[in-house]
Every structure is written in structure tokens, then in C-alpha cells.
């Protein structure tokens, strides 16, 4: 089996909310590097976050575990986290879990960006 690799970009967007936007699968693989990822933008004290999910294939248990990681660092310095997905079969999973009422999932990133300020 093929690994699949996963791309990370970041921007800042007034200066207090990171856009992570993520592009491959995120699973048992591509998790470790999601999690430092995000883990190294909360020590630097980013605490609100986009997470924009489009162009992200596939999310497994262990990328769950990762959002949900993520989200509960930044709420213990009363951050939060926003995810964009447009992609029937992440939201499905979302829908499945239960985790769609954790997480507000938004159709654009401005959206999820404009929930945060």
C-alpha cells in the first residue's frame, strides 16, 4: 500500500486567526504531522482556527482524533476551531460520529473565518 503524503499551508488572517488548509488523507499515516503541525502553531499561541478540510480525501479515526486534540487545546485558552467542507463523504463521517455537533463545519473559508470574529 501506497502512503499518501499530506500537504499543509497556513495563513494568517487578522492577524489572530490561522486558516490550515489541508490537502490529501488525513489517516493513521499523515496524523502525526497534522497534529505537530497544529500542535506548533498553539505554542506559538494561536488559538483560533479554519481548518479548511476541501481538498481532503479522507479522514480516518485517527485524523478525528487529531481535530479533536487540536480543539481541545485552544479551548483551554478559550480559542476555537472552525472546519470548511464541501466534500459529501467528510461530512458524512462528521454526521456519523456525532461530531458535527462538536465542530461548526462551514461551506467557505470566509464563512468559517467570519464565524471566529
Do not use: W
Not at 53 to 67: A, E, F, K, M, P
Amino acid at each position: 500500500m501506497a502512503r499518501v503524503e499530506i500537504d499543509m499551508q497556513v495563513r494568517s488572517v487578522n492577524g489572530s486567526i490561522a486558516v490550515v488548509s489541508l490537502d490529501g488523507e488525513i489517516d493513521v499515516y499523515t496524523s502525526p504531522k497534522v497534529k505537530d503541525f497544529i500542535g506548533k502553531l498553539i505554542d506559538k499561541g494561536t488559538y483560533t482556527f479554519a481548518i479548511d478540510l476541501q481538498n481532503v480525501r479522507y479522514i480516518d479515526s485517527t485524523g478525528l482524533g487529531v481535530l479533536i486534540g487540536g480543539l481541545k487545546r485552544v479551548r483551554e485558552h478559550g480559542g476555537a476551531v472552525t472546519l470548511v467542507s464541501t466534500n459529501p463523504q467528510t461530512r458524512k463521517i462528521f454526521d456519523i460520529t456525532g461530531l458535527i455537533k462538536v465542530f461548526d463545519i462551514y461551506e467557505s473559508v470566509d464563512d468559517a473565518v467570519n464565524a471566529l470574529k
